[in-house]
C-alpha cells in the first residue's frame, strides 16, 4: 500500500483519488509480459467465439458483408468504416458478456440492480448492432441495389 493510501475503507474522494490507488496492491495475479496478455486475451476470444452465440452470428455477418463489399468493389474509406463498426460491435458484445458474467458470479438469485446491470449492458450491444446496421445499409446496401439495377 503506497504511503498516500488511506486507510482500509477509507476512500479519497477528490478528482485525484483514482490515480493514486496502485492496482497491482488488488490484484492477485499481475501479467506482466506482452506474452501472457495476449494468451489471456485470445483466450477470451475463443470463449467467445465458443460459447456466445451473438458473436458468432456478427462474426458469419461480418463475413458476407465484407464479401459483399469486395464484389462491390467498395473504396478503402467505406471499407474501413465496416471494419470498425463490426470491430466495435464485437468490443461491445465482449463487454456485454464479461459483464453478465461478474452479475451471474455475484448473484445467482432475482435483484433488480442485477437485472439493471444486464439490460443496461445488453442496450450497448443492442446500439452498437442498430448502428452497424445502418452503416451496412448505406455502404453496401446503396451499391449493391445500384449493382442489381434497382435503383
Known sequence: MDKKDPPFGEFDRSIFGAMRVDPKAY????NTSFYERTKYAIAGLLFMLRRERSIRNVLKVGLVVFALGFWLRIDTLHAAILV????WTWTVETMNSAVEAVVDMFTQEFHPMAKVAKDVAASATFIASMTSIVLVLLL?????LEKLNIL
Not at 470498425?84 to 470491430?87: E, I, K, R, S, T
Not at 453496401?140 to 449493391?144: A, D, E, S, T
Open 27 to 30: 490484484k492477485r495475479i499481475y
Open 84 to 87: 470498425f463498426a463490426f470491430g
Open 140 to 144: 453496401i446496401g446503396i451499391p449493391l
